[in-house]
């Protein structure tokens, strides 16, 4: 039986870059390093970076982080203040940052929930919308 999401590894090309990137402007922690990568850690999740050819989605595929409401702005200020390439304009419930790390990687930061997504589902439907 699975018990969850394990860890999340995505392909660099230029650890040291990637590494200032993820533990410096995200403020992820990091723990170990050597050659071909690094491990970092946000929260509970295990986030392992891994020097090889990055090949970024092209679709709406992406890696969601989580914020707290009250740290959103200023978060996404300093994001901005970096001059870190955005992707998309949040559509959606909740306040997002939709963003590139230096690999073109899709990430959005997001304040609220998967309950608080349903709770607005319940006014707003997606269409086609079938609750299971």
């Known amino acids: 039986m699975l018990l969850g999401l394990n860890h999340i590894t995505i392909a660099v090309s230029d650890l040291e870059r990637s590494l200032a990137f993820y533990i410096e402007l995200l403020g992820m ?10 491990y970092l850690s946000l929260g509970a999740v295990w986030f392992c970076l891994s020097c090889n050819r990055p090949m970024p989605s092209l679709d709406y595929s992406h890696i969601a982080l989580d914020i707290a409401q009250q740290d959103f702005a200023a978060f996404t200020a300093k994001l901005r203040g970096a001059k870190v390439p955005e992707w998309k304009q949040n559509s959606s419930e909740g306040q997002s940052l939709y963003f590139l790390d230096p690999d073109g990687h899709k990430l959005e930061v997001h304040c609220g929930s998967l309950q608080s997504r349903l709770d607005t589902l319940k006014s707003k439907p997606y269409s086609g919308l079938v609750w299971l």
């Open 29 to 38: 922690k990091a723990h170990v390093r050597w050659d071909g990568g690094a």
